[in-house]
Nanobody
Framework: QVQLVESGGGAVQAGGSLRLSCTASGNTYNGYCMGWFRQVPGNEREGVAAIDVYGTVTYAASVEGRFTISKDDAKNTLYLHMNDLQPWESATYYC???????????????????WGQGTQVTVSS
């Protein structure tokens, strides 16, 4: 079992920045691909950014160049730096983990084994 806890969400004006964090606990010695998803009520959850066990990153086209995913293995923590946020990106952001072998694609994981509880991001115009 792996537990994921997100933090860092909040309210920001358009063009602003936020950094989300996701701390993992439990059986974290296993290799996992990690990712960030977001969801607006009534819409499907979409992959935003992901990183594999080797550190290779992938992003959704809509966030390429503005968002950066990174991880600190020593702290079991995943990050998402978000710049130039726009109102349409207001959503609940979720941290996710997929057990290796895994190959993230266009910011999304394949089969998600674990989800965090989500953190709200609100961008005002």
């Amino acid at each position: 079992q792996v537990q994921l806890v997100e933090s860092g969400g909040g309210a920001v004006q358009a063009g602003g920045s936020l950094r989300l964090s996701c701390t993992a606990s439990g059986n974290t010695y296993n290799g996992y691909c990690m990712g960030w998803f977001r969801q607006v009520p009534g819409n499907e959850r979409e992959g935003v950014a992901a990183i594999d066990v080797y550190g290779t990153v992938t992003y959704a086209a809509s966030v390429e160049g503005r968002f950066t995913i990174s991880k600190d293995d020593a702290k079991n923590t995943l990050y998402l730096h978000m710049n130039d946020l726009q109102p349409w990106e207001s959503a609940t952001y979720y941290c996710a983990a997929e057990l290796s072998p895994c190959r993230p694609y266009e910011g999304a994981l394949g089969v998600v084994n674990y989800w965090g509880q989500g953190t709200q991001v609100t961008v005002s115009s």
